[in-house]
């Protein structure tokens, strides 16, 4: 913050370059370094010192794609009900370790001593009904991690955020209705399994809020099953979420996190709550298909030539701003 402060950190995108991709070059004392980042958010390709190459490992575009994520492309959501209805032993225990430990992390506000946005407290008063508990969890959680709370999440595809949309409303709904462990672990498994099939198509690192189109997805489609519905029901339960709020924009990581995760979950309820009545979307309705692969599809085109320019506007837009923004509500 102090070199930024000073003006002594430049900021440019640059164009052509896999989604996730950044390169960072530091000079001074009469030395120079370079490291870059790419394709994934922990694989570094290239490290420079002093103009020598120390290393270079660039990672072909097929070999940063996980030989699962392709396999995860040709379901239906028959096929991801199965998957999860078919979970083993050891799976059931890794999905109600990661319940547990997202709604340790829900509930850890006061005891953390972390303010951020505040929506988890401010809904806190509003809290009687599941869903109003479900938008209050959610938010409460991604306030404590965006803002220093210590306590580990359980991801989703890859994000703590999603991990907090695709777990806790399912988590949830699972207590009211006094689902047995398997059940719940069954239920997670399909919001993880959704959120990871959206995000498939979409890529690691989007101009689209993933924490509200995929993870929000995920868990209508898990709150679905947990209420006995079918998986023409959790299709539409997603496929209505993303008809919500494909438009939500991922503008980075911050404080402010929290009101979209809390706004998906909510909404996530609310998409399950009309697929179970056999409501929401049903027809084509403007770029939302009634066929979850055929919405895969959509969504990743309107990703990557609708919003192709986003992430150089966004970017040039926030450098443009004050750069003491900081994180005002977690000091």
């Not at 120079?32 to 790419?38: Q, T, Y």
């Not at 955020?161 to 399909?190: C, F, K, Y």
């Not at 009309?274 to 692969?293: C, E, F, M, P, V």
Request: with cysteine; charged share 20%.
């Amino acid at each position: 913050m102090r070199f930024a402060g000073e003006g002594r950190v430049r900021e440019e995108v640059v164009k052509g370059t896999p989604a996730v991709w950044v390169e960072v070059e530091l000079a001074g004392n009469g030395h120079a370094s370079l490291c870059r980042v790419a394709h994934r958010h922990d694989y570094v390709e290239r490290l420079v010192v002093d103009g020598a190459v120390v290393y270079d490992a660039p990672l072909e575009v097929e070999a940063a794609t996980a030989p699962w994520l392709k396999e995860l492309m040709e379901q239906d959501m028959d096929g991801l009900w199965a998957l999860a209805r078919g979970i083993d032993a050891e799976t059931v225990a890794l999905m109600l370790e990661g319940a547990a430990m997202n709604m340790r992390m829900a509930e850890a506000q006061d005891v953390a001593g972390v303010r951020g946005i505040g929506i988890g407290r401010v809904l806190a008063r509003f809290s009687a009904q599941l869903p109003e508990r479900i938008k209050q969890a959610a938010g409460s959680a991604s306030d404590t991690r965006m803002c220093g709370g210590s306590l580990p999440v359980m991801s989703s595809a890859g994000s703590g955020n999603h991990g907090i949309v695709t777990v806790i409303p399912v988590a949830l709904t699972a207590r009211e209705l006094g689902a047995t462990d398997r059940q719940q672990a069954e239920a997670l498994a399909l919001s993880h399994l959704v959120c990871g099939y959206i995000k498939a198509y979409t890529g690691r690192l989007t101009p689209i809020c993933g924490c509200s189109v995929a993870a929000g997805a995920g868990a209508a489609a898990g709150m679905v099953m947990l209420h006995g519905g079918t998986p023409a029901q959790a299709e539409r339960a997603a496929i209505t979420l993303v008809g919500t709020l494909l438009g939500m924009i991922c503008d980075g990581a911050k404080a402010s996190c929290g009101l979209k995760v809390s706004s998906a979950a909510g909404e996530a309820w609310m998409a399950a709550m009309l697929a179970l009545d056999d409501k929401g979307i049903q027809t084509t309705q403007g770029l939302i298909s009634t066929n979850i692969r055929e919405l895969g599809a959509t969504v990743r085109d309107f990703n990557d030539k609708a919003l192709s320019a986003a992430d150089a506007v966004m970017v040039a837009l926030m450098v443009g701003l004050d750069n003491k923004k900081g994180c005002r509500a977690c000091m």
